[in-house]
């Protein structure tokens, strides 16, 4: 049974910084591509980063690229989002998802990622 749990959510003031961490269990780290998206309330999840099983090639969407960062360590088994520069509009419930289909790119497609965690709020104030 593969399992993941995000942590690291919390609030802050626009302009402050958070680091999520999501620990995986019940598969080979190293063989699942993680991903984090986000879901704002009444919106869709949306994708922000991933981070490719094979060579750690990292992929953001747009409206991150140069503030939010994506690590994994392969010790812990754990990956991470760096999140830097918040501002009002990165409030949402950020989920971890791990796709364990060996594709050689991190994918930013939902229906790509089998597992999931339960989320962890992050709160950004103006």
């Known amino acids: 049974q593969v399992q993941l749990r995000e942590s690291g959510g919390g609030s802050v003031p626009t302009g402050g910084s958070l680091r999520l961490s999501c620990a995986v269990s019940?598969?080979?780290?190293?063989?699942?591509?993680l991903g984090w998206f986000r879901q704002a309330p009444g919106q869709e999840r949306e994708f922000v980063s991933a981070?490719?099983?094979?060579?750690?090639?990292?992929y953001y969407a747009n409206f991150v690229k140069g503030r939010f960062t994506i690590l994994r360590d392969n010790i812990r088994e754990t990956v991470f989002l760096d999140m830097d520069g918040l501002k009002p509009e990165d409030t949402a419930i950020y989920f971890c998802?791990?796709?364990?289909?060996?594709?050689?790119?991190?994918?930013?497609?939902?229906?790509?990622?089998?597992?999931w965690g339960q989320g962890t709020q992050v709160t950004v104030s103006s």
């Open positions: 981070i490719a099983w094979v060579n750690g090639q990292e």
């Open positions: 998802a791990a796709d364990s289909s060996y594709r050689a790119l991190p994918s930013p497609q939902r229906a790509d990622y089998t597992y």
């Open positions: 019940g598969h080979t780290f190293t063989r699942l591509s």
